[in-house]
Nanobody, 124 residues
Framework: QVQLVESGGGLVQAGNSLRLSCAAS????????MGWVRQPPGMERQFVAA????????FYRDSVKGRFTVSRDDAENTVYLQMNSLKPEDTAIYYC?????????????????WGQGTQVTVSS
């Protein structure tokens, strides 16, 4: 069973950047569609971005398109989320998640394995 550990969160001012990392153990990330999901304060978890097993296809929620980039390094067994031009509304706990099946990458319910989350806070 794959285990996921996120890092890279923190407090930044609006307009700045952060890069989140998700390191995996107990399994190869190349076997999974990998996603990033966030949970803003007082809200449900929401899809942010995902990358296919091959790395060929990426998927984003509309509000982060052009600002966030998801990538994977299978040799390092790590997935990244580069977040640029951050906005206060990006404030949330960010989770890395893995889908062992073939569900829609946009669906939070498709993901089987989850990390513990990392806090991202963007001040105005």
């Amino acid at each position: 069973q794959v285990q996921l550990v996120e890092s890279g969160g923190g407090l930044v001012q609006a307009g700045n950047s952060l890069r989140l990392s998700c390191a995996a153990s107990g399994g190869s990330l190349s076997s999974y569609t990998m996603g990033w999901v966030r949970q803003p304060p007082g809200m449900e978890r929401q899809f942010v971005a995902a990358i296919s097993r091959s790395g060929t296809n990426t998927f984003y929620r509309d509000s982060v398109k052009g600002r966030f980039t998801v990538s994977r390094d299978d040799a390092e067994n790590t997935v990244y989320l580069q977040m640029n031009s951050l906005k206060p509304e990006d404030t949330a706990i960010y989770y890395c998640a893995a889908d062992s099946g073939f569900g829609s990458p946009y669906s939070v319910l498709a993901y089987d394995y989850w990390g513990q989350g990392t806090q991202v806070t963007v001040s105005s």
